[in-house]
């Protein structure tokens, strides 16, 4: 079994690394480089950096923001967000990022994941998924940072974008973003049982027991965190300290 990773996550708007609730009501935190190198140096396994405001105006500026990072930070980076072709991903690739997360524009000509997979590696082609809850054990995947509905049931589209190439999920409860209230662990566990490539859990996590329902319950390959840290909740050593204690798999510093 691979590590279990620990993953924070990073939301951009212009210069800066903001944080909402349910991807809305957005707070400023900060200069992002100053997180990037703090959850570095603690011992943080990737970074997930997401433009929020990127496929509303249509262009992606975290560029500059992940050169800066991939010069002092020496961990895989996720960049997403107004990534709509081939050309995007690769100037986001030679800024520094390892792999690129794309939801609007897979979802608007899905084609596009197979043609990024097939250029850069299934490895580097992440499928972003914004998930809401329609019913009991259903879920819509959503755009726009949650606020364009697309018609497409997450599971089924997860599934047809594995097979048109993606080689990483990363899977956001929008219901739960924020709120500090626990992973969506129905949805977690579904999608992690639905494809054979990781899952990484995004949105909801407020204290280290929902870190460690995510792994076991949830079956999630990475877990992603973003308010825990921004606000210094829980620190990311403790974290790992404790998926060590639950037997998890977590990488040793």
Not at 16 to 36: C, H, S, T
Not at 38 to 67: F, P, Q, T
Not at 209 to 236: K, Q, W
Request: with cysteine; proline share 4%.
């Amino acid at each position: 079994m691979s590590n279990l990773r620990i993953i924070p996550r990073l939301d951009i708007k212009g210069p800066n690394l903001i944080k909402g609730v349910q991807l809305e009501g957005l707070r400023v935190m900060g200069d992002p480089q100053e997180f990037a190198i703090r959850y570095y140096e603690a011992g943080a396994d990737e970074l997930v950096y997401m433009d929020i405001v990127a496929s509303l105006y249509g262009r992606n500026n975290l560029s500059d923001i992940i050169r800066r990072a991939a010069d002092r930070v020496f961990i895989p980076i996720t960049a997403g967000g107004g990534i709509r072709s081939v050309d995007d991903a690769r100037h986001i690739l030679r800024s520094g990022a390892d792999k690129v997360a794309i939801n609007t524009a897979a979802v608007a000509r899905p084609d596009l994941i197979t043609e990024v997979s097939r250029r850069f590696g299934s490895q580097a082609m992440v499928l972003s998924i914004e998930a809401k809850q329609v019913a009991p054990g259903k879920w819509e995947a959503y755009t726009d940072n949650g606020r364009e509905r697309t018609g497409l049931d997450v599971l089924e589209w997860i599934c047809r974008g594995v097979d048109l190439g993606a080689g990483e999920i990363l899977l956001t409860s929008v219901d739960r973003e924020g709120t500090r209230k626990g992973f969506d662990i129905d949805l977690v566990r579904q999608v992690s049982a639905a494809v054979p490539v990781p899952v990484i859990a995004s949105g909801g996590m407020g204290g280290i027991e929902h870190f460690i329902e995510a792994a076991t319950a949830g079956c999630a390959d990475a877990v992603s965190m973003a308010d825990v840290l921004h606000y210094n909740r829980i620190p990311l050593e403790a974290i790992r300290d404790a998926g060590r204690q639950a037997g998890l798999a977590v990488r040793s510093i």
